[in-house]
């Protein structure tokens, strides 16, 4: 994806770095919306009844590959009618979701390079893509426990994912109709929801968040002993880090060895993950001091603010119509 508590850092920082005025104060007085919205469009891969009943076709999956250019445009659109003190809470919200874009569209391509990721299609289809999601999360799982000690010093059991993605009742009930009514126009010929599915997205959220917290102290070894006995894969336990991990892999890949995204294999790239986390936020930069600029329009203007087709077409343009998955252009 890469995993929750990556986006988590990497919004962190981002945030810490930000010089433009406006977006910055609204972040820090909505920080429980931004924070959410740094987890995008795969709190949705947290509520199983929708993943469970159609894992092909489930909420995030669809978000991550269809129309992400569209979800943005209907979304700006959206909040460009709503009222002064429901706007706030609104770009909290969407500036993390777009830190989530940013790092997806930018790192996504070099956790499938190191996964051996294959998007051609396989024999044993569903336990081959049941293997691989495993093996990718436990891969994203590693990475989330070697930054969290680099940037926080802390080990997983410390961080405690289930507290970062609290909202109260006032942002939620703007966020959560909000999403809901942007997701029902960017996807209507997919899905139909209602604001109770975003509501039960998150809660799921910090549910599962919350049981992952508590399985890491050292009850890893005997999920996976189950996992393998009745589902022959790790479908939880690659989710569950290790108290004490151990970066055999270079999984940053600080050696700087040569890799390959699946989608583009006759392109050689050596970077290291913290140089793709370095250009994911050189490019979540550009968008945020974009959105800055037409808060501070809003913010020093006597009229009603609304848009110029000028700029939201900057934004959007800015933004691109990537896939979350390959990074490149969707057709």
Request: proline content about 4%; glycine content about 4%.
């Amino acid at each position: 994806m890469p995993g929750f508590t990556t986006h988590h850092i990497f919004g962190i920082l981002t945030y810490k770095k930000l010089n433009s005025k406006y977006i910055k104060d609204i972040i820090a007085n909505n920080i429980s919306a931004y924070k959410l919205g740094l987890q995008g469009p795969d709190i949705f891969f947290y509520y199983l009844p929708n993943v469970i009943k159609n894992p092909e076709h489930s909420l995030g999956k669809i978000m991550h590959e269809v129309n992400t250019n569209t979800f943005f445009k209907n979304y700006f659109n959206e909040i460009n009618h709503y009222q002064e003190h429901m706007l706030d809470a609104a770009y909290a919200y969407i500036s993390g979701f777009l830190c989530h874009y940013c790092l997806d569209t930018i790192c996504h391509p070099y956790i499938y390079a190191r996964t051996n990721y294959n998007p051609l299609p396989v024999k044993n289809k569903d336990n081959g893509k049941n293997i691989y999601s495993a093996h990718h999360r436990s891969f994203e799982t590693l990475i989330d426990s070697i930054l969290l000690d680099r940037y926080t010093h802390k080990k997983h059991p410390q961080f405690l994912k289930e507290n970062t993605i609290y909202l109260d009742q006032s942002t939620k009930k703007i966020i959560t109709p909000l999403l809901a009514t942007c997701i029902n126009k960017t996807y209507s010929g997919y899905i139909k929801l209602k604001p109770g599915f975003i509501s039960r997205s998150i809660r799921f959220l910090q549910i599962e968040s919350k049981i992952l917290s508590g399985l890491a102290h050292n009850r890893k070894h005997y999920v996976e002993q189950l996992e393998n006995r009745f589902f022959k894969y790790n479908l939880l336990s690659s989710l569950i880090p290790d108290n004490v991990h151990t970066d055999t892999l270079d999984a940053l890949n600080l050696s700087h060895n040569i890799w390959h995204s699946p989608w583009e294999v006759s392109i050689s790239r050596n970077d290291s993950f913290l140089n793709l986390m370095e250009n994911a936020y050189k490019k979540c930069t550009i968008l945020l001091n974009l959105v800055d600029s037409l808060l501070h329009y809003r913010k020093d203007s006597q009229n009603r603010f609304e848009y110029t087709c000028t700029d939201l077409s900057q934004i959007l343009n800015e933004i691109g119509n990537l896939s979350y998955h390959s990074g490149l252009l969707i057709d």
